[in-house]
């Protein structure tokens, strides 16, 4: 029973290693659902308490989910705010400009130290999504950074 519990190990590790992109990008989708279902509770727990105008924003935010998205050209993220309703697009070499989640609301522009991979430097920016708009931002968040049309 021993000896056969090193080729388990060693077919899993295998698959990992063949697979380790799906896995890491699943298991950073599921980090940040768990971060947003976190800060979610924290403000249901203090009802009314307003301690930042961009949070007002938020209230205009439909229900559904919130999802990161990496820029193509992060100074886009320096000219747009929480609030702001955007439609997101993604464009290729082959093929014309497609808006991939139209009308979605930008939730938070994460800035951190400069070093960070969160800092709005390197064009992250979290958008309220439908479930729909969610999975179709996922496939193509994956391939590549998309870019933003502001509404105004």
Do not use: C, K
């Not at 940040?32 to 203090?46: R, T, Y």
């Not at 320096?78 to 939730?107: C, F, K, L, M, N």
């Amino acid at each position: 029973m021993a000896s056969g519990s090193p080729g388990l190990r060693t077919t899993l590790y295998r698959r990992l290693v063949v697979h380790r992109r799906a896995v890491s990008a699943t298991l950073a989708f599921t980090a940040v659902l768990l971060a947003i279902a976190a800060v979610s509770g924290a403000q249901q727990a203090e009802p009314g308490v307003v301690s930042n105008p961009a949070e007002s924003a938020v209230s205009r935010v439909p229900s559904g989910l919130e999802v990161p998205i990496r820029l193509a050209d992060p100074g886009v993220a320096h000219v747009i705010s929480p609030g702001d309703v955007v439609d997101v697009v993604v464009a290729t070499q082959r093929s014309a400009a497609t808006v991939v989640a139209a009308e979605v609301v930008v939730t938070a522009i994460p800035s951190a130290g400069a070093d960070s991979p969160w800092s709005s430097d390197g064009g992250l920016v979290m958008v309220s999504v439908s479930d729909e708009q969610a999975m179709a931002l996922a496939g193509v968040a994956a391939r590549g950074p998309v870019t933003l049309v502001v509404h105004r």
